[in-house]
């Protein structure tokens, strides 16, 4: 079945760049989402790329997709502390089949 | 726009008892979709709910159940409740067709003792 890998913690500066991995197996993938939960909270949208594009930016964050290697990535650029939390990648291959989550990526963010 | 609801935000439930998670979704979202979130098995897919037929399920056992109502509110279902069920229950609700992510309530947590 499809399987989603992160790496399951990053630790980094308060004004450097984060980017967190994630690998994917399902080829036939066609919607890949990042989410990132904070304590006691629900997972937040924070954006979402389609198998037909290869990066996509919104405001502080950028996504990069690699089809070939199944890779996609989060870049966070000048990162917080606010943005200390859990980031999970996601994928689906339709509009009507269920997400598969990774294991999440925990983010701490050093002052 | 309100969110995703979910009530009650935590249960305290002991081994042998059911309980019923609620969750009302955004206005206007047609689906509604339960996970399971564990620290060993992260977010593990329940079901899936597109208007009031199930249209998704996950490898769960029958004692996980439930139903989505006619305005689009959902309710799951967990009987004879295990020390394992304990984990936080999040529903999700979206416009159920094409790509319209999934929003994300701030969970159940269930403790079963």
């Known amino acids: 079945g499809e399987d989603v890998e992160q790496s399951l913690f990053l630790s980094v500066r308060e004004g450097d760049s984060s980017v967190i991995n994630c690998t994917y197996t399902d080829s036939s993938s066609t919607y890949l989402y990042w989410y990132k939960q904070e304590p006691g909270a629900g997972l937040q949208l924070l954006t979402y790329i389609f198998s037909n594009m290869d990066m996509k930016q919104d405001q502080r964050l950028t996504v990069l997709l690699n089809k070939k290697d199944k890779h996609l990535s989060l870049r966070i650029a000048d990162t917080q502390t606010g943005d200390s939390a859990i980031y999970f990648c996601a994928e689906r291959n339709s509009g009507n089949t269920p997400l598969v989550f990774g294991k999440g990526t925990r983010l701490s963010v050093i002052a | 726009k309100a969110g995703v609801t979910q009530t009650p935000r935590y249960l305290i439930k002991t081994r042998g008892q059911q309980v019923t998670l609620s969750c009302s979704p955004i206005s206007g979202h047609r689906s509604v979709s339960w996970y399971q979130q564990t620290p060993g098995q992260g977010l593990q897919f329940l079901f899936e709910y597109f208007s009031e037929t199930q249209r998704n399920k996950g490898n769960f056992p029958g004692r996980f159940s439930g139903r989505q109502f006619s305005n689009s509110r959902s309710e799951m279902n967990v009987s004879t409740l295990e020390l394992g069920d304990s984990a936080l229950y999040l529903c999700?609700?979206?416009?159920?067709?094409?790509?319209?992510?999934?929003?994300f309530g701030n969970g159940t947590r269930l403790t079963v003792t």
């Open positions: 999700a609700s979206s416009r159920g067709q094409g790509n319209s992510p999934l929003h």
